[in-house]
């Protein structure tokens, strides 16, 4: 599933068909319409998603026992309803896993700030590789899995995510 967050970018585009349509007089007004498009349209971001296994319950030991490695926990001060929140790896990339209390939590309470932060991290990417502020290059979660009552994040592509719960038994 890509989520596509384009409803600006709709309203956008109809209110610069309308300044034309309504034979505007002013081309700036026009060409402001489609500036504000364009700058709407920038900010639009296809997210890789995924939601599996929703009758199942997770645990860290669940994902170590699958090859996951576990590095070390995040406060879940910030992201409502977490019980725990774990950074590791799997397959060679960076993979953070936040757990739920069941999988309608996930989805209720975890999705929208999982979105929120990979927006932000799209937002500083510079032509498809992201950078730190030294102009190096840094770890980024491009994409989630909702699997069971946990939220898997995943650097660069989805590809890490998926493989690690297809590796769950």
């Not at 920038?42 to 997210?47: A, K, N």
């Not at 980024?140 to 769950?168: F, H, K, P, R, T």
Request: net charge negative.
């Amino acid at each position: 599933m890509v989520r596509r967050w384009s409803a600006g970018v709709i309203v956008a585009v109809i209110l610069a068909i309308s300044a034309v349509g309504c034979g505007s007089s002013s081309n700036v007004e026009v060409s402001q319409a489609v500036d504000a498009a364009s700058a709407v349209a920038e900010d639009s971001v296809d997210i890789p998603s995924q939601i599996v296994r929703a009758g199942e319950v997770f645990t860290t030991d669940t994902f170590v026992g699958a090859g996951w490695k576990k590095s070390k926990e995040y406060s879940t001060e910030t992201v409502p309803g977490a019980r725990e929140i774990w950074y590791g790896f799997f397959n060679q990339r960076d993979l953070e896993i936040r757990f739920f209390d069941d999988h309608n939590a996930a989805l209720k309470q975890g999705v929208q700030v999982v979105e929120a932060a990979i927006i932000e991290n799209v937002k500083r990417s510079r032509g498809g590789e992201l950078l730190d502020i030294s102009g190096g290059s840094f770890s980024a979660y491009n994409a989630y899995v909702v699997a069971g009552n946990a939220i898997l994040l995943c650097e660069l592509d989805i590809s890490a995510c998926e493989g690690l719960v297809n590796a769950l038994e």
